[in-house]
C-alpha cells in the first residue's frame, strides 16, 4: 500500500471517527499507536474474520437496517488496513533499533580493541619518548589556560 493509500485510510478514520473496539473500551485511530504489536494483531485477526464472516450473508440484520451492515462492511476493510499499516511501521522500526544496536555494539566492541591497542603501543614505548609525550601533552594543557 502506498502513501497516498494510507493517508486516505488515516483520512477516512478521522473524519468518521473509526473507532476500534477493545476489551478496555474503544480507541480512537491515534490510540492505536501505543498498542503492541501482539495486540494490534490480535485486533487484525478478529476484524479479519469479521470481514471473511460477513460476506455471503444477507445484507440485512435482524431489525432489517441494511445501512448500519453496509456501513460496517466498508469500514472493517480500512479498519484492517489502518491495523495492517501501524503493525508494518512497527515492525520496520523494531528492525531497525535492532539493526542499530548491533552496529553500536560492533562500534563498541572496535573501541574497544581500537584503546587495547594504543594502550599496547604506548607500552611499547622508550621511556625518552613517553617523557616527550608528557611534556607535549603538558604544554599543550598550559596552552589551554
Do not use: V
Not at 118 to 144: A, V
Amino acid at each position: 500500500m502506498n502513501d497516498i493509500q494510507n493517508i486516505d485510510l488515516f483520512e477516512y478514520a478521522t473524519r468518521h471517527k473509526l473507532r476500534f473496539p477493545t476489551e478496555k473500551g474503544e480507541l480512537n485511530t491515534e490510540d492505536l499507536w501505543d498498542l503492541s504489536p501482539e495486540t494490534l494483531d490480535i485486533m487484525g485477526i478478529m476484524i479479519k474474520e469479521e470481514i471473511d464472516g460477513s460476506y455471503g450473508k444477507t445484507l440485512r440484520n435482524n431489525y432489517g437496517d441494511t445501512h448500519n451492515h453496509s456501513m460496517k462492511c466498508k469500514t472493517l476493510p480500512i479498519k484492517l488496513g489502518i491495523i495492517q499499516h501501524i503493525l508494518n511501521t512497527k515492525d520496520k522500526e523494531s528492525a531497525r533499533a535492532q539493526e542499530q544496536n548491533r552496529l553500536n555494539k560492533q562500534i563498541n566492541e572496535l573501541n574497544l580493541i581500537l584503546n587495547q591497542k594504543k594502550s599496547e603501543s604506548l607500552r611499547n614505548m622508550s621511556s625518552e619518548e613517553i617523557e616527550k609525550l608528557i611534556d607535549k601533552t603538558r604544554s599543550e594543557l598550559g596552552n589551554l589556560d
